[in-house]
């Protein structure tokens, strides 16, 4: 396979991991943007990348450039997204990959017209663990599906101003931590949730700090969603079928899954993957994709969770500034 020139637009904590992947590979990013020059340079410096440009947005002129991985605030990614795909680059974006469903349909529409790879860097659509527990769900090994538990709380101080928090930046937690949950409901479930009841706590900002959600699909598979960005919980997934029920903690970097079997009550401890490789077979897939072999991407499930924050957010009447025009 050819091997791609990566840059990265951002230089956050995600855009650290993504340089420390491909060191982990014995490779390394092609080129860095960011908005403030001065961490662009000494990011660059700090992973041995030889490109730094001057002003962000050169990042997208550079005809040596294949694939951008996008790591910015979710609001700033449709226009870079829009940049990069009329420049016809490959890009990985960061989670939430749009704030709502009109902005991804037209991030879609510009890949499709430029003929480039649009993904999101959706760690759960590409972790071993996910893709083994589905590969023995599809040859019905555990039955059928019938429920599935979301749990994901994490405590953050309450700082108005930080990204969680603040309006300006698209904060809360469904677009923050809620994607992931939904991103491993529709893994599992047979087709997206068509009904979808949902309750909300809005921290002082107007934000979403907490949430319940209620779904199920046409097959009658339901699941229920707990969020909170002020209130600790185990990161805990469990899937429900008729033969078996899964428990994976930690998610989204799964690695081991405990499933137990309804019939005698039997417990089996699965592992795949690694944690600590997460970004390094997002890279993978990603390159996969960009190659032109099998779906490893999943762009179906990025639109079909996106439907569905937007549609709860339209309950919810919560809304970020870009969408009050």
Same mark, same amino acid.
């Given at each position: 396979?050819?091997?791609?020139?990566?840059?990265?637009?951002?230089?956050?904590?995600?855009?650290?991991?993504?340089?420390?992947?491909?060191?982990?590979?014995?490779?390394?990013?092609?080129?860095?943007?960011?908005?403030?020059?001065?961490?662009?340079?000494?990011?660059?410096?700090?992973?041995?990348?030889?490109?730094?440009?001057?002003?962000?947005?050169?990042?997208?002129?550079?005809?040596?450039?294949?694939?951008?991985?996008?790591?910015?605030?979710?609001?700033?990614?449709?226009?870079?997204?829009?940049?990069?795909?009329?420049?016809?680059?490959?890009?990985?974006?960061?989670?939430?990959?749009?704030?709502?469903?009109?902005?991804?349909?037209?991030?879609?529409?510009?890949?499709?017209?430029?003929?480039?790879?649009?993904?999101?860097?959706?760690?759960?659509?590409?972790?071993?663990?996910?893709?083994?527990?589905?590969?023995?769900?599809?040859?019905?090994?555990?039955?059928?599906?019938?429920?599935?538990?979301?749990?994901?709380?994490?405590?953050?101080?309450?700082?108005?101003?930080?990204?969680?928090?603040?309006?300006?930046? %698209?904060?809360?937690?469904?677009?923050?931590?809620?994607?992931? %949950?939904?991103?491993?409901?529709?893994?599992?479930?047979?087709?997206?949730?068509?009904?979808?009841?949902?309750?909300?706590?809005?921290?002082?900002?107007?934000?979403?700090?907490?949430?319940?959600?209620?779904?199920?699909?046409?097959?009658?598979?339901? %699941?229920?969603?707990?969020?909170?960005?002020?209130?600790?919980?185990?990161?805990?997934?469990?899937?429900?079928?008729?033969?078996?029920?899964?428990?994976?903690?930690?998610?989204?970097?799964?690695?081991?899954?405990?499933?137990?079997?309804?019939?005698?009550?039997?417990?089996?401890?699965?592992?795949?993957?690694?944690?600590?490789?997460?970004?390094?077979?997002?890279?993978?897939?990603?390159?996969?994709?960009?190659?032109?072999?099998?779906?490893?991407?999943?762009?179906?499930?990025?639109?079909?969770?996106?439907?569905?924050?937007?549609?709860?957010?339209?309950?919810?009447?919560?809304?970020?500034?870009?969408?009050?025009?």
């Amino acid at each position: 396979m050819k091997e791609y020139k990566w840059a990265t637009l951002g230089c956050g904590v995600i855009a650290n991991q993504l340089a420390q992947a491909f060191a982990a590979n014995g490779r390394k990013l092609y080129s860095v943007a960011n908005r403030t020059h001065e961490k662009a340079v000494a990011f660059a410096e700090k992973y041995g990348i030889d490109k730094v440009y001057d002003q962000i947005d050169d990042v997208f002129s550079d005809d040596e450039v294949d694939i951008i991985y996008i790591s910015t605030p979710h609001n700033t990614h449709i226009s870079y997204l829009r940049k990069a795909l009329r420049a016809g680059k490959h890009v990985l974006c960061e989670k939430s990959i749009t704030l709502n469903a009109e902005e991804l349909e037209e991030a879609v529409r510009l890949a499709e017209e430029h003929h480039v790879v649009l993904a999101e860097a959706m760690t759960i659509f590409h972790m071993p663990i996910y893709k083994e527990l589905r590969s023995r769900m599809d040859a019905g090994e555990f039955g059928e599906l019938r429920l599935l538990q979301m749990n994901f709380g994490s405590y953050k101080e309450y700082d108005m101003k930080n990204r969680f928090f603040n309006r300006n930046l %698209a904060g809360g937690a469904l677009l923050d931590i809620g994607v992931y %949950a939904l991103s491993f409901l529709r893994w599992f479930m047979s087709s997206k949730p068509d009904q979808i009841l949902s309750q909300v706590k809005y921290a002082p900002t107007g934000v979403d700090e907490q949430a319940s959600i209620l779904l199920k699909n046409k097959e009658e598979e339901m %699941a229920t969603v707990i969020l909170s960005l002020h209130a600790k919980q185990p990161k805990r997934g469990t899937i429900s079928f008729d033969k078996a029920y899964i428990e994976l903690f930690e998610y989204p970097r799964g690695e081991e899954a405990i499933i137990t079997y309804t019939e005698d009550g039997h417990k089996e401890v699965i592992s795949a993957g690694s944690t600590d490789r997460a970004l390094e077979y997002e890279i993978a897939d990603m390159e996969a994709a960009v190659a032109g072999e099998a779906d490893r991407i999943h762009l179906d499930y990025t639109i079909d969770v996106m439907d569905m924050m937007t549609s709860i957010r339209k309950d919810w009447g919560m809304t970020y500034p870009e969408e009050e025009h």
